[in-house]
C-alpha cells in the first residue's frame, strides 16, 4: 500500500482505497483512518497499517460508521448536495448558452448551405460534427489538465465520470443547437441571409 | 421550362399583419430565356424569385420542367436546389472564412460529387470567368466585384438549368456591374434559362423579356 492510495482528505479523516488491502465492509479507525476495498483480512490489515503508519485503533463496519456520524453527515452532505446542484446548474446554462450563440452566429452559413441544396436534416448533421469536435477538444484539454493535476495532487477521476461528462455535454449541445436549427425551419433561408447581410 | 399558376406568397398568413407578396401570378418561362422582373421595392419580385428558387412555400401550381415542385418533400427539393438552380444575390451570399476555392465547392460536395470531380469543376468554371488567379484568395480579401464572379462561379459549379439573379449588379459599380450582366448574358446563350430580378433599367435592357411587377401582380 502507497500513500498514492489516499483519495479523499477531510479534517483529521483519510479514507483509503486499494485492491491490494481491505476487506468487505472493513474500515479501520486510527485517529480517524478509514480503509475500504476488498482482498485482505482485517487482522493483517492492522498489521500492515502498524507496521507501515504505527498505525493503531478499531475496525468499524460502514453501519455502525454510519450510526456514529451521521448527526454531521447529513448537513454535510445536503450542502455539498446543493452546492453541487448550483454548480451544476451554472456550467449547464453557460453551456447551453455558448451553443445557442454558436447556432445562431451559423445561421447566416447554414441558411446558404440550404440554399446550396442541403436539406435541414443535413446541416443538423453538420452541427453535430461541429459540436463533436468541441466537445472531443474540450475532453483533451481536461484529459491532460486532470493529468497534470494528479502528478502533485490526490484526484480520481473514474471512466464513469468521464462518460457521464461526456453524455451530459452531448446533450445539452444537441438539445440546444437541434432546437435552434429547427426554429431555422420556419423561417426563409433567403431571409435569414439577407437578415445578416 | 417553367410554369407557374395562380402562384401566391402570403406572409403571416391569417393573422393581423398578413402581407400578400405574390398575388395569383401565372407565368410560362421558356428554357433558355433571359428574363427580367422589375418593380419598385416590395412588389414581390424577391419573393417570385424565392419561391421559382424552392427555396420558400407557396399556394398555387408550379411545374420545373415537368415536375410538380408543390408538396414535395424536403429532400427533393434540396436536389432540385442543387442541380438545378444556381442563386446569384446582391450580397453574394458567400462564406467569408473560406478561400474561393472552398465556397465554389460546396454545391458539389452537397450533391455527393467525387473529389476529382470537384476539383475539376471549380478549375474549370473559375477559368470560364477568368478568376483562376483567386483560386485560393480568402473571400473577405476580394473587392466586390470578384466577390460576385466567385458568387455566380459558385451558381454554375453544378451546371444548372436555372440560374436565379436577385439584384446581381446592386452592390456593385456601373463598370463592374457591366462586366457581371455580360457574364450573365453570355450564360443564357449557353442555353440555360437566366432570371434577373433588378432596379437598374440598363440591366433590364439586355433581358429578353421583361415582367413589371406592383403589388405582387404582373402587369405586363
Avoid at chain 2, 9 to 27: D, P, R, S, T
Avoid at chain 2, 34 to 62: A, E, Q, R, V, W
Wanted: hydrophobic share 45%; proline share 2%.
Amino acid at each position: 500500500m502507497k500513500l498514492q492510495d489516499l483519495f479523499c482528505q477531510a479534517s483529521n479523516t483519510i479514507i483509503i482505497t486499494s485492491e491490494t488491502i481491505s476487506n468487505e465492509d472493513v474500515l479501520f479507525e486510527r485517529g480517524k483512518l478509514f480503509l475500504t476495498g476488498t482482498n485482505i483480512h482485517s487482522d493483517e490489515l492492522a498489521n500492515i497499517l502498524n507496521k507501515e503508519y504505527g498505525a493503531f485503533g478499531s475496525f468499524f463496519s460502514y453501519t455502525q460508521l454510519y450510526n456514529n456520524n451521521k448527526n454531521q453527515l447529513y448537513p454535510m452532505l445536503t450542502l455539498q448536495t446543493f452546492i453541487f446542484i448550483i454548480l451544476l446548474l451554472m456550467v449547464l446554462i453557460n453551456m447551453a448558452g455558448s451553443s445557442l450563440m454558436d447556432t445562431l452566429l451559423r445561421q447566416r452559413e447554414y441558411a446558404i448551405y440550404y440554399m446550396l441544396g442541403a436539406t435541414w436534416n443535413s446541416i443538423k448533421h453538420v452541427q453535430s460534427l461541429y459540436n463533436m469536435l468541441i466537445i472531443s477538444i474540450s475532453f483533451l484539454l481536461a484529459f491532460l489538465l486532470i493529468a497534470k493535476i494528479s502528478s502533485f495532487a490526490d484526484i480520481l477521476v473514474t471512466w464513469v465520470n468521464w462518460i457521464s461528462c461526456a453524455i451530459l455535454l452531448a446533450l445539452v449541445y444537441l438539445a440546444v443547437s437541434f432546437l435552434s436549427i429547427r426554429k431555422m425551419r420556419y423561417m426563409d433561408a433567403i431571409d435569414i441571409i439577407r437578415k445578416w447581410d | 421550362m417553367i410554369r407557374l399558376k395562380n402562384v401566391s406568397k402570403i406572409y403571416n398568413k391569417g393573422k393581423a399583419n398578413q402581407v400578400v407578396a405574390v398575388n395569383n401570378v401565372n407565368l410560362t418561362i421558356a428554357d433558355g430565356e433571359l428574363l427580367g422582373i422589375m418593380g419598385p421595392s416590395g412588389c414581390g419580385k424577391s419573393s417570385l424569385l424565392h419561391i421559382l428558387g424552392c427555396m420558400t412555400d407557396f399556394d398555387g401550381s408550379y411545374m420545373l420542367d415537368e415536375i410538380p415542385i408543390k408538396n414535395q418533400c424536403q429532400n427533393t427539393l434540396a436536389e432540385i436546389r442543387n442541380r438545378k438552380i444556381g442563386y446569384v444575390l446582391q450580397e453574394y451570399a458567400l462564406l467569408p472564412q473560406l478561400s474561393v476555392k472552398e465556397n465554389i465547392e460546396i454545391p458539389l460536395l452537397f450533391g455527393g460529387a467525387p473529389r476529382d470531380k470537384i476539383t475539376f469543376q471549380c478549375l474549370e468554371v473559375l477559368r470560364y470567368l477568368h478568376i483562376e488567379h483567386l483560386y485560393r484568395k480568402k473571400v473577405c480579401e476580394l473587392s466586390g466585384g470578384q466577390k460576385q464572379r466567385v458568387a455566380i462561379a459558385r451558381a454554375i459549379v453544378n451546371q444548372p438549368d436555372i440560374i436565379l439573379a436577385d439584384e446581381p449588379t446592386g452592390a456593385l459599380d456601373s463598370k463592374t456591374a457591366h462586366e457581371i450582366i455580360d457574364i450573365l448574358v453570355d450564360l443564357s446563350r449557353t442555353g440555360r434559362t437566366v432570371i434577373i430580378v433588378t432596379h437598374d433599367i440598363t440591366v433590364a435592357n439586355r433581358c429578353d423579356r421583361v415582367l413589371h411587377m406592383i403589388d405582387g401582380r404582373i402587369i405586363d
